[in-house]
């Protein structure tokens, strides 16, 4: 795997299990590019049905509980010191923190082998 910054799509290990990602109808996601890094890297883009926030649930209520728990949960001085912040926040949100939506596990256990690195 090339690990300098001229990387492509191609440079990625390809996930041994089926990929899916759900967005909304966003021009970012309607885009050549998007679709073309979708495919590079086998992953199938769902998208939500247009005016049914229900099908999108589970995505605004991540995106409420970072703004909560990360963008606005503490006093930055800055937006760099808040994007460093992010990696930190990620990491207790993926691998300490329990959720109640999985039986009060860490979501980090429900991923069983995605990229195949171990037997």
Known sequence: MNTGSTSSPSDVRRPTASVKRL??????????????????????HLRTR???????????????????????GAIYRNSAERTKALDGWLRTYNHRRPHQAIGRQ????RMN???????
Not at 59 to 70: D, P, V
């Open 23 to 44: 967005t909304d109808n966003g021009s970012a996601y309607k885009s050549a590019v998007h679709a073309l890094a979708c495919r590079a890297l086998g992953v199938r």
């Open 50 to 72: 247009p005016r049914r926030p229900q099908t999108n649930g589970k995505a605004e209520r991540f995106i409420r509980t970072m703004l909560a728990g990360w963008a606005y």
């Open 106 to 109: 860490t979501p980090i256990t």
């Open 113 to 119: 082998n995605l990229l195949g690195s171990y037997s």
